[in-house]
């Protein structure tokens, strides 16, 4: 097999995006099987928490950000608000545009029927990191949270 051009190989051993993808699609994987039996998504967790976070705001400002492209933000919203657990003004339906989004006292409550799956996430999640991983990931996360979201 002939080996890869330097750039090739400058990418693929180097490369952030690839491997933050790769993380992120192995670190949501635990999440979504753990809540499972919630019939919730960490997606969809993570539009709810923002929401019950940041409180009424636009559709686009949870998507700016959790940092999703505007029709991922739809398609997660739309089983939040038939479900009850969010609410929006002027959503009625299919074709009807959402203008604030809030979470619901019954969206309160699917969050905190979901904390024992969320908590052996975790577990899971900063087990595969490791110690120093996980305390990467917050300092990370942490700074992107304080520059995107409004103080709350």
């Not at 753990?34 to 400002?61: H, R, S």
């Not at 998507?63 to 479900?83: A, D, F, K, Y």
């Not at 006292?105 to 595969?128: H, I, N, T, Y």
């Not at 990467?136 to 520059?147: F, H, I, M, P, S």
Request: glycine share 10%.
């Amino acid at each position: 097999m002939p080996s890869a051009p330097d750039h090739i190989d400058e990418i693929a051993g180097g490369c952030l995006a690839v491997r933050v993808r790769m993380l992120g699609r192995a670190i949501s994987a635990i999440y979504d099987r753990a809540l499972a039996d919630k019939e919730l998504t960490v997606a969809q967790m993570n539009v709810l928490v923002t929401a019950g976070k940041i409180g009424p705001c636009p559709p686009g400002e949870i998507g700016r950000i959790l940092q999703m492209e505007r029709s991922t933000v739809s398609r997660n919203l739309r089983p939040l608000l038939e479900q009850g657990w969010l609410e929006a003004d002027g959503w009625h339906g299919e074709g009807e545009r959402v203008r604030t989004v809030r979470l619901t006292e019954r969206g309160r409550r699917k969050l905190a029927s979901a904390l024992p799956g969320w908590r052996r996430a975790q577990a899971e999640a900063a087990a595969l990191l490791g110690t120093s991983g996980t305390n990467a990931v917050r300092t990370l996360g942490d700074r992107l949270w304080r520059e995107l979201a409004p103080a709350s």
